[in-house]
């Protein structure tokens, strides 16, 4: 026996167990088919058990469902092999985790003192989540890379291609074989070389950079594209540059259509105003800019509608307008603006869509032709034929009350006048006579006062004053004086209001309104029922006037009267007292204010008036 045999065998049992005991790995026995024959007490601080729990189990009672298999293989060839390093298995540890462990299996069968394959383990689960998480970061940047939306290459330092994805391949017409190896700068025009170089080393001392250069495609066309340029870092290690380029050629394009566009419509007398395909104003040119007021730092980024359009814009024009740039359609049209001072300007307005290569609206183009001398004319022109055409009613009515209404009276005072010359004064016939000529010459002036009245609403419809007032006081007003006929009567009115009761317009007219249309329901009343009678008030700013009353009266047969309703001396019930006088008032009165009226008539059911006024 040599003296290093000496030295083993003097060593204790208890020194051997020490250094098993408090080594590091997981060390244990176990049969042929896998369960624990020892257990060390390293177990404790690796997985949670007592070496007594474990003793006596199957170690595949521990194993990942996935990893028994292998595990099984692994004791096989070790049961006839002298050794096996298996491959890396999940154990469940005392609190129900799985831990990574790498086993290496050596067979002490044969050992008289073991009789068993003793297993050295070691926990590697830290190391496993960091392989795996490694794993998925390089799958997970494999697949961002080449499903990213935009084309992408990464450069080394030295500004060669090392990777790109499909987009790029697709975009440029070359090969990963024609590119990767390859220098930036092959596929740029020289003019950029200075301005890549640059970019590329800002990006190198760690900055984003994106800037716009040409790239020669494969079949010699050129791209214009943006590219933007991020550093590649590692472990804080600059390794390259990862390019994320956009093709904006089609845009650099249509950027010269528009600086072209531009410069033409700069030097036309006409307002211009571009927008993009949300109708925001672009550009607009110095003439928009003398026409309207506004300057280009004030409308860009505007909608045109929402400063140029106001109170008297005719909404179904700017409707109109909407629908055809929702279609993507030319439209022509004259519509009301409004410069910035508040003064109203006629513009005759084309707007036209210009359309990218796809085929998709891409801006609009509107020019403005000021034609408010034009506008003003026409509605003077308009309202002198409105003038004619009120007046030569007028001619027309006044006509007839002469031969219909004055002619009868003046023949028969005409007649009486001689008779009275004939006739001595003291014979019971000039007496007759003489109160016969009363009345007709009474008859005669009532015609004159009401030709008179009519005269005056016409001569004063433009130059009495507007004035601010209830449209509830006019009315009870009207009511008031009217009551003692109501409560004969047992008539009831009912008021209701919509919207704000103040308003602008000729108090004396709405009076006159209100009391002949009152008037008119408690003298055509039914007498088959208690009078009622509904008076509605609508009013809402920008969206004009609404008075409507209604009755539960006779009613009118629309049918025959026709448009007779509202002429003067024209009466439809013989058996109530009247001149005729009453409705001709009122719309004279609607009318002199703007307005129209309308009626809805049934027989025996009522009547009632719509009147609108601006």
Same mark, same amino acid.
């Given at each position: 026996?040599?003296?290093?045999?000496?030295?083993?065998?003097?060593?204790?049992?208890?020194?051997?167990?020490?250094?098993?005991?408090?080594?590091?790995?997981?060390?244990?026995?176990?049969?042929?088919?896998?369960? $624990?024959?020892?257990?060390?007490?390293?177990?404790?601080?690796?997985?949670?058990?007592?070496?007594?729990?474990?003793?006596?189990?199957?170690?595949?009672?521990?194993? #990942?469902? #996935?990893?028994?298999?292998?595990?099984?293989?692994?004791?096989?060839?070790?049961?006839?092999?002298?050794?096996?390093?298996?491959?890396?298995?999940?154990?469940?540890?005392?609190?129900?985790?799985?831990?990574?462990?790498?086993?290496?299996?050596?067979?002490?069968?044969?050992?008289?003192?073991?009789?068993?394959?003793?297993?050295?383990?070691?926990?590697?689960?830290?190391?496993?989540?960091?392989?795996? @998480?490694?794993?998925?970061? !390089?799958?997970?940047?494999?697949?961002?890379?080449?499903? $990213?939306?935009?084309?992408?290459?990464?450069?080394?330092?030295?500004?060669?291609?090392?990777?790109?994805?499909?987009?790029?391949? #697709?975009?440029?017409?070359? +090969?990963?074989?024609?590119?990767?190896?390859?220098?930036?700068?092959?596929?740029?025009?020289?003019?950029?070389?200075?301005?890549?170089?640059?970019?590329?080393? !800002?990006?190198?001392?760690?900055?984003?950079?994106?800037?716009?250069?040409?790239?020669? =495609?494969?079949?010699?066309?050129?791209?214009?594209?943006?590219?933007?340029?991020?550093?590649?870092?590692?472990?804080?290690?600059?390794?390259?540059?990862?390019?994320?380029?956009?093709?904006?050629?089609?845009?650099?394009?249509?950027?010269?259509?528009?600086?072209?566009? +531009?410069?033409?419509?700069?030097?036309?007398?006409?307002?211009?105003?571009?927008?993009?395909?949300?109708?925001?104003?672009?550009?607009? @040119?110095?003439?928009?800019?003398?026409?309207?007021?506004?300057?280009?730092?004030?409308?860009?980024?505007?909608?045109?509608?929402?400063?140029?359009?106001?109170?008297?814009?005719?909404?179904?024009?700017?409707?109109?307008?909407?629908?055809?740039?929702? =279609?993507?359609?030319?439209?022509?049209?004259?519509?009301?603006?409004?410069?910035?001072?508040?003064?109203?300007?006629?513009?005759?307005?084309?707007?036209?869509?210009?359309?990218?290569?796809?085929?998709?609206?891409?801006?609009?183009?509107?020019?403005?032709?000021?034609?408010?001398?034009?506008?003003?004319?026409?509605?003077?022109?308009?309202?002198?034929?409105?003038?004619?055409?009120?007046?030569?009613?007028?001619?027309?009515?006044?006509?007839?009350?002469?031969?219909?209404?004055?002619?009868?009276?003046?023949?028969?005072?005409?007649?009486?006048?001689?008779?009275?010359?004939?006739?001595?004064?003291?014979?019971?016939?000039?007496?007759?006579?003489?109160?016969?000529?009363? &009345?007709?010459?009474? !008859?005669?002036?009532?015609?004159?006062?009401?030709?008179?009245?009519?005269?005056?609403?016409?001569?004063?419809?433009?130059?009495?004053?507007?004035?601010?007032?209830?449209?509830?006081?006019?009315?009870?007003?009207?009511?008031?004086?009217?009551?003692?006929?109501?409560? !004969?009567?047992?008539?009831?009115?009912?008021?209701?209001?919509?919207?704000?009761?103040?308003?602008? +317009?000729?108090?004396?007219?709405?009076?006159?309104?209100?009391?002949?249309?009152? +008037?008119?329901?408690?003298?055509?009343?039914?007498?088959?029922?208690?009078?009622? &009678?509904?008076?509605?008030?609508?009013?809402?700013?920008?969206?004009?006037?609404?008075?409507?009353?209604?009755?539960?009266?006779?009613?009118?047969?629309?049918?025959?009267?026709?448009?007779?309703?509202?002429?003067?001396?024209?009466?439809?019930?013989?058996?109530?007292?009247?001149?005729?006088?009453?409705?001709?008032?009122?719309?004279?009165?609607?009318?002199?204010?703007?307005?129209?009226?309308?009626?809805?008539?049934?027989?025996?059911?009522?009547?009632?008036?719509?009147?609108?006024?601006?």
């Amino acid at each position: 026996m040599d003296c290093r045999e000496e030295q083993i065998q003097a060593l204790s049992p208890a020194f051997f167990s020490a250094i098993v005991e408090n080594s590091s790995d997981l060390i244990s026995v176990v049969d042929s088919s896998g369960t $624990y024959k020892y257990v060390g007490q390293s177990i404790r601080r690796h997985l949670g058990y007592c070496p007594e729990e474990l003793i006596g189990t199957n170690a595949y009672h521990y194993l #990942h469902p #996935h990893d028994i298999s292998l595990v099984m293989q692994a004791l096989a060839f070790a049961t006839a092999e002298k050794s096996v390093q298996a491959a890396p298995f999940r154990f469940r540890n005392k609190n129900g985790e799985w831990r990574w462990l790498d086993c290496h299996f050596s067979n002490m069968l044969h050992d008289k003192n073991i009789k068993g394959i003793v297993t050295n383990s070691r926990d590697i689960t830290e190391q496993r989540k960091a392989q795996l @998480n490694e794993e998925k970061a !390089q799958v997970y940047y494999k697949s961002l890379f080449q499903d $990213y939306p935009d084309a992408l290459i990464l450069l080394d330092k030295s500004g060669r291609i090392v990777k790109a994805n499909l987009l790029f391949y #697709h975009m440029s017409g070359y +090969s990963a074989e024609e590119t990767i190896g390859a220098f930036y700068y092959k596929y740029i025009p020289e003019a950029f070389w200075p301005l890549a170089s640059s970019a590329i080393q !800002q990006v190198l001392k760690g900055e984003i950079k994106t800037l716009e250069l040409q790239f020669f =495609k494969k079949d010699g066309s050129l791209l214009d594209l943006q590219i933007t340029g991020v550093p590649i870092l590692l472990k804080g290690n600059l390794e390259g540059i990862q390019c994320v380029i956009k093709d904006i050629t089609a845009k650099k394009k249509a950027e010269a259509q528009l600086e072209l566009l +531009s410069l033409v419509a700069d030097k036309t007398t006409n307002g211009v105003i571009i927008t993009d395909n949300y109708e925001n104003i672009e550009w607009v @040119n110095n003439s928009f800019t003398r026409l309207t007021g506004y300057t280009f730092e004030e409308v860009i980024g505007k909608k045109p509608g929402n400063f140029l359009t106001g109170s008297l814009t005719n909404p179904e024009t700017m409707a109109q307008i909407q629908e055809k740039i929702r =279609k993507a359609e030319p439209i022509a049209v004259e519509i009301l603006n409004y410069k910035k001072n508040g003064e109203e300007l006629w513009v005759a307005m084309e707007i036209n869509p210009i359309f990218n290569e796809a085929g998709q609206p891409e801006k609009f183009v509107a020019t403005q032709v000021d034609i408010t001398s034009k506008k003003k004319a026409e509605l003077e022109m308009r309202q002198l034929t409105k003038d004619l055409f009120d007046h030569n009613r007028d001619l027309k009515q006044f006509t007839y009350i002469v031969s219909h209404n004055l002619r009868a009276p003046v023949a028969t005072a005409l007649g009486l006048a001689n008779l009275l010359t004939m006739v001595d004064k003291d014979h019971e016939v000039f007496d007759t006579s003489l109160k016969n000529l009363q &009345i007709t010459v009474e !008859q005669l002036n009532t015609i004159l006062k009401d030709l008179n009245a009519i005269l005056s609403i016409r001569d004063n419809q433009n130059a009495a004053a507007k004035e601010k007032f209830s449209i509830e006081e006019v009315y009870q007003q009207a009511v008031a004086n009217l009551q003692d006929s109501l409560n !004969q009567h047992q008539g009831k009115v009912s008021f209701c209001l919509e919207g704000d009761c103040n308003l602008i +317009s000729k108090k004396a007219y709405l009076y006159s309104i209100f009391y002949n249309l009152l +008037s008119n329901a408690i003298k055509y009343r039914s007498a088959e029922r208690p009078l009622q &009678i509904q008076v509605t008030y609508r009013n809402y700013p920008g969206s004009g006037t609404e008075i409507v009353v209604a009755d539960n009266g006779s009613g009118l047969d629309l049918n025959k009267i026709g448009e007779n309703i509202f002429k003067l001396y024209k009466r439809f019930h013989r058996n109530v007292e009247g001149r005729g006088m009453g409705l001709f008032l009122v719309k004279t009165h609607v009318e002199a204010l703007g307005g129209h009226i309308g009626i809805n008539s049934q027989v025996n059911e009522g009547t009632r008036f719509i009147i609108n006024l601006p």
